[in-house]
Nanobody
């Protein structure tokens, strides 16, 4: 059974940096495509409305970012320790959300962002950015 557990969320101020991580157990992590999604507060918790943030393939050779974060966030992974990390810099109030780690067993030939394409999900970690 594949399990994903996020950590590292918290309360920061505008312009700060924060790193969140996801530890994966079960499965063959090095072959998983991993991603981060987020869901802002105040919305109904609809799975379809999770916003794509970033993704990375198994060997880290390919990464893909959402438009709103691509100049500020970096996704990375450590296959030796089954960890995927999201480094978030120059945080903005609008980055406030629950951040979810997601994984799938196969690689995209062309990057896609629908949350339905990921098989495994963590419970999320809250990131709050205050002004």
């Amino acid at each position: 059974q594949v399990q994903l557990v996020e950590s590292g969320g918290g309360l920061v101020q505008t312009g700060d940096s924060l790193r969140i991580s996801c530890v994966v157990s079960g499965g063959t992590f090095s072959s998983f495509t991993m991603a981060w999604y987020r869901q802002a507060p105040g919305e109904e918790l609809k799975f379809d409305e999770r916003e794509f943030v970033a993704a990375i393939n198994g060997d880290s050779r390919s990464r893909f970012y959402g438009e709103s974060v691509k100049t500020r966030f970096q996704i990375s992974r450590d296959n030796a320790n089954n960890i995927v990390t999201l480094q978030m810099n120059n945080l903005k109030v609008e980055d406030t959300a629950v951040y979810y780690c997601a994984g799938r067993r196969t690689t995209f030939s062309t990057w896609e962002t629908s949350p339905h394409l990921y098989e495994y999900w963590g419970q999320g970690t809250q990131v709050t950015v205050s002004s």
